[in-house]
């Protein structure tokens, strides 16, 4: 099984301040397709992830611009361009190239 | 508005049985992978199944295999999880997640409000 690990687990973050998440997976995401199955989904307390972006690098429908992603093979990463007090809760990676399918730990994101 | 409602969760003893279901609704459920997603209490996310738009390809996490049995009724835009031979440690809250088009589940962008398992004596 492909294993997901996040980084940091826990970051404190400064309102209007840039933010970003590392993920790694133990083999390569790339699908004999050629795509890359690399997502981040947002959960905040009480509530059902939200997809954030999705094949590395595409935010999805309604999706702020201020959240990236970027990364190829085995090192992915999310960016908060200026982090806004609603962006706080738990950001997971997932990979979805290679049955079963896998989360990351979640990084935990809050307000200093 | 796309739309997924879970249901079927409740109290089970150990070694018993549930089947949970998920309707869709706002798109056109036979076009869609389908993935169950499940959450232990003050835990992260574990992918349970997954299930490509023709049913071609199914997959499961290797804590479920053998135990539980995703399936699809395109007729009744209803996503289905069987579950087996339940454990404690399947408590969790089950979630129905919509994937991707003519896909074997790229991403999990829709996501129903869960329904709770518990397993317990």
């Known amino acids: 099984d492909i294993v997901m690990t996040q980084t940091p687990l826990s970051s404190p973050v400064t309102l209007g301040q840039p933010a970003s998440i590392s993920c790694r997976s133990s083999?390569?995401?790339?699908?004999?397709?050629?795509?890359?199955?690399l997502s981040w989904l947002h959960q905040r307390p009480g509530q059902p992830p939200r997809l954030l972006i999705y094949?590395?690098?595409n935010r999805f429908s309604g999706v702020p611009e201020r959240f990236s992603g970027s990364g190829a093979g085995t090192d992915f990463t999310l960016r908060i361009s200026r982090v806004e007090a609603e962006d706080v809760g738990i950001y997971y990676c997932?990979?979805?190239?290679?049955?079963?399918?896998?989360f990351g730990p979640g990084t935990k994101v809050d307000i200093k | 508005e796309v739309q997924l409602v879970e249901s079927g969760g409740g109290l089970v003893q150990p070694g018993r049985s549930l089947r949970l279901s998920c309707v869709a609704s706002?798109?056109?459920?036979?076009?869609?992978?389908m993935h169950w997603v499940r959450q232990a209490p003050g835990k992260g996310l574990e992918w349970v199944s997954g299930?490509?738009?023709?049913?071609?390809?199914?997959g499961y996490a290797d804590s479920v295999k053998g135990r539980f049995t995703i399936s699809r009724d395109n007729a009744k835009n209803s996503l289905y999880l069987q579950m087996n031979s339940l454990r404690p440690e399947d408590t969790a809250l089950y979630y129905c997640?919509?994937?991707?088009?003519?896909?074997?589940?790229?991403?999990?962008?829709?996501w129903g409000q869960g329904t709770m398992v518990t397993v317990s004596s």
């Open positions: 997640a919509k994937g991707d088009y003519h896909g074997s589940g790229s991403h999990a962008d829709v």
């Open positions: 706002g798109f056109i459920f036979d076009d869609y992978a």
């Open positions: 299930i490509s738009w023709n049913s071609r390809y199914i």
């Open positions: 083999q390569s995401l790339v699908h004999s397709d050629g795509n890359t199955y």
């Open positions: 094949k590395i690098s």
């Open positions: 997932m990979q979805a190239t290679q049955f079963p399918f896998t």
